[in-house]
């Protein structure tokens, strides 16, 4: 059962941004840390970037491979986390998936994740 839903997926050029946004449905999720992760085409999901808290504030976690690019925050008025990614480039082509996390502390890890949703697909092409 899908329990989070991202969205703003699509087709961006190398060098441009695009920002994903996630949000619960039926629960609240005041009390979870929230992780993003991705999966490009062929290859394992790696866990990029997590905040602590959706209720605004919380701490952050970037994996190297998009530190200084993405950024996570969260917006309690609107009940969203959202990830802004800038400067994309072809490595960053793949499905993204936020879940609730037990905390933030560190890099994603499937383990420590409850609750998912079913993912949004960034292209990044000319």
């Known amino acids: 059962q899908v329990q989070l839903v991202e969205s703003g997926g699509g087709l961006v050029q190398p060098g441009g941004s695009l920002r994903l946004s996630c949000a619960p449905i039926?629960?609240?999720?005041?009390?979870?840390?929230v992780g993003w992760f991705r999966q490009p085409p062929g290859k394992a999901r790696e866990g990029i970037t997590c905040?602590?808290?959706?209720?605004?504030?919380?701490?952050?976690y970037y994996a190297d491979s998009v530190k200084g690019r993405f950024t996570l925050s969260s917006d309690n008025s609107k009940n969203i986390v959202s990830l802004q990614m800038t400067k994309v480039g072809f490595e960053d082509s793949a499905v993204y998936h936020c879940a609730t996390h037990r905390r933030c502390a560190g890099p994603p890890r499937d383990p420590d994740t409850d609750r998912w949703g079913t993912g949004t697909l960034v292209i990044v092409s000319p």
């Open positions: 905040i602590s808290n959706t209720t605004g504030g919380g701490t952050t």
């Open positions: 039926g629960f609240n999720w005041d009390r979870y840390a």
